[in-house]
C-alpha cells in the first residue's frame, strides 16, 4: 500500500499541493455555501430535552448534572461572548467540517486512494445533510463526532507514521471526548489498541496507553465527588443510572425478582415496577411499546418517574436537577442488580432488539425539529436573547424525510465493511500498516456494537461517527483491492 514516508511536517505542504488544493477550496467554499443555504430555512438552533439540561448547567454553574459537563461548560464560555445561538450553530458546524476536511486529506495523505475513492470519501464527509442537521442542535453530537474524526485520523497516524507528539495529541483529545460523553470510554481501549498496533518503542506505547488515563482521571474525582456533595452518591452523570434502570426494566415482566436480595435502597423502587407491570393490561406488547429502548425513561405513569415524583418535589429547575441525581443513586445500583443477576434475560429482551436497532439506527430526536413544535421553550428563549418564541423553520418534519435514507445506508456500510475484512490477507501491503489500520477499525466496529447494543445507545446521532468510519475504511480497502488487482495483472502481462 504506497503512503508517504516523510513525516507530519510535510502534511501542511501536501493539503497546499497542487493535487490537494482543489478538494481544499472546493470545500471550504461548499461548507459556507451548505451553512448559508441551510440557515435561510433553519434560521434558529434546534432543541431537545438535553438542551435545556445543557443551558440550565451553564446558566447555573453546576458542577454536575444529567448529562456530562464538557456541553455545559462549551455553552457557558461561548455565552461569555456572544448570547448568538447562530454563533454557536456556526462554530459547531464548522468544526465538525474542518474535522472531517483533517481526517479526508489524512487519509489522502497517507493512503493516496484513487480518484474514485478519493471522490467517495469527499462527498462523504464534507457534503453530508447529517452533519448540518448536527451542527444546528443544541447537543454535545457535533462536537463529540468531530473530535472522534480527529481522534480517527490521529489513531491513523499512529499505526501508519507513528511519532512521540502523538501521544500528548491523542490524550487530549480522549480528554475532551471523556468530558463531552462519558460513551468515549471505550475509545480507550481502541486507543490501546491503536498503540499497541503500532512499531515504536515499548516506552512510547505504554505512555499513548497511560497517558489519557492521568488525564481523564481528575475530571473523574473531581465530578464524582461534586456529585456525592449534592445527591449523596458519586456519580459521572445523573442519567447514567435512569439509563441502566430503564434498560434493566425492558425484560423485568420475563424474570422472577427477589426483592430480599436486593440492595436495600431499590426494595421499593422494585415494589413500584411490580405493582406497574401488574397491572398492565392482558394485551399489552411489550415488543411494540418497548421498541425503541427508551419506554421507561418517558412514560409518566412508568415506576422511574412515579418512584422520583414520589420522593422529590420538583418547584423549580434546581429541584428538577437534584431529584433526577437523587433518584439516580437508586436506579443505578437498582438496574445493575438486575443485569449483573439476569444476564440471560438482558440479552434477549433489551440487547437482542437494541441490536436490530443498531444495523437500523432510528432517527429519534433528529425525525422532527424541536420535538416537532415550532415554539421554543423559556430557557432558550432567555439564554440565546430571542426576541420571541416562535421559531421558523422550514418544516417541522422535514428533516426526518432528508435523514430517512441514513440509517439504510449505515446498514449497507455495516455490510460492505465486514465483506472488506474478508479481503484483507489478499492485499499488497509492503510492511503490514494497512491492513493493521483496518484491523484497528475492525476492532472499533466491535467494540462500538457491543457497547451500543448493551448501552442501547443505537440512535442515528451515536452512530454517525462509526458510519463515516466504515464509509471511510470500505473506500480504502476497495482502492486497495482495485490497485492489488491492477498489479497482480500487470506482473502477469
Excluded at 41 to 56: E, Q, R
Excluded at 322 to 347: E, N, S
Excluded at 381 to 408: C, D, M, R, T
Aim: with cysteine; hydrophobic share 50%; proline share 4%.
Amino acid at each position: 500500500m504506497k503512503r508517504h514516508e516523510n513525516g507530519l511536517s510535510s502534511f501542511p505542504r501536501y493539503v497546499l499541493s497542487r493535487g490537494a488544493r482543489w478538494y481544499l477550496v472546493i470545500a471550504l467554499i461548499g461548507i459556507i455555501v451548505q451553512l448559508i443555504v441551510f440557515k435561510q430555512l433553519y434560521p434558529f438552533a434546534d432543541f431537545y430535552s438535553d438542551s435545556y439540561s445543557y443551558i440550565f448547567a451553564a446558566r447555573t454553574h453546576l458542577e454536575v448534572s444529567i448529562q456530562p459537563m464538557g456541553y455545559a461548560w462549551f455553552l457557558a464560555l461561548f455565552h461569555a461572548i456572544t448570547s448568538s445561538d447562530t454563533a454557536v450553530v456556526i462554530f459547531q458546524y464548522m468544526f465538525l467540517q474542518l474535522a472531517a476536511l483533517y481526517a479526508f486529506f489524512t487519509f489522502l495523505y497517507l493512503y493516496q486512494p484513487a480518484r474514485t475513492a478519493r471522490n467517495i470519501l469527499f462527498v462523504f464527509l464534507l457534503f453530508n445533510p447529517v452533519s448540518l442537521y448536527l451542527g444546528n442542535h443544541i447537543s454535545a453530537d457535533a462536537l463529540f463526532t468531530g473530535l472522534s474524526l480527529c481522534w480517527l485520523a490521529q489513531l491513523v497516524r499512529v499505526i501508519q507514521s507513528p511519532h512521540r507528539r502523538q501521544v500528548l495529541a491523542v490524550a487530549i483529545v480522549l480528554l475532551l471526548l471523556f468530558v463531552l460523553d462519558t460513551r468515549a470510554y471505550y475509545y480507550l481501549l481502541i486507543s490501546a489498541m491503536a498503540f499497541l498496533l503500532s512499531r515504536q518503542k515499548a516506552w512510547i506505547k505504554l505512555s499513548g496507553i497511560v497517558l489519557p488515563l492521568l488525564l481523564i482521571l481528575p475530571y473523574v474525582l473531581y465530578t464524582r465527588q461534586a456529585a456525592r456533595e449534592m445527591t449523596g452518591a458519586p456519580q459521572l452523570a445523573f442519567a447514567n443510572g435512569w439509563q441502566s434502570a430503564n434498560n434493566a426494566l425492558h425484560m423485568y415482566g420475563h424474570i422472577r425478582v427477589d426483592t430480599a436480595a436486593l440492595p436495600a435502597e431499590s426494595r421499593e423502587l422494585d415494589s413500584t415496577a411490580k405493582a406497574y407491570f401488574a397491572k398492565l393490561p392482558a394485551g399489552f406488547d411489550g415488543s411494540v411499546a418497548f421498541a425503541e429502548g427508551h419506554y421507561f425513561l418517558q412514560q409518566l405513569d412508568a415506576p422511574l418517574k412515579r418512584y422520583r415524583d414520589q420522593h422529590y418535589k420538583l418547584t423549580n429547575d434546581y429541584s428538577r436537577v437534584l431529584a433526577y441525581g437523587k433518584a439516580a443513586t437508586v436506579f443505578g445500583p437498582y438496574g445493575r442488580y438486575l443485569i449483573r443477576h439476569h444476564p440471560g434475560a438482558y440479552a434477549r429482551y433489551f440487547m437482542w432488539p437494541a441490536a436490530g436497532r443498531y444495523f437500523l439506527p432510528p432517527l429519534e430526536k433528529y425525525a422532527m425539529y424541536n420535538g416537532g413544535s415550532n415554539v421554543a421553550a423559556e430557557p432558550a428563549q432567555e439564554w440565546f436573547a430571542y426576541k420571541s418564541n416562535l421559531l421558523k423553520p422550514v418544516s417541522v418534519i422535514g428533516q426526518g424525510k432528508v435523514l430517512g435514507l441514513f440509517p439504510i445506508l449505515f446498514l449497507i456500510c455495516n455490510i460492505c465493511f465486514l465483506g472488506c475484512l474478508l479481503c484483507l490477507p489478499g492485499l499488497r501491503d509492503h510492511d503490514g500498516a494497512f491492513q493493521r489500520t483496518v484491523w484497528l477499525f475492525g476492532g472499533y466496529w466491535l467494540v462500538n456494537f457491543v457497547c451500543s447494543v448493551f448501552s442501547g445507545d443505537t440512535a442515528l446521532r451515536y452512530q454517525y461517527f462509526p458510519m463515516l468510519l466504515l464509509l471511510a475504511a470500505v473506500a480504502l480497502v476497495a482502492d486497495a483491492v482495485y490497485k492489488t488487482a491492477a498489479e497482480k495483472e500487470k506482473q502477469l502481462a
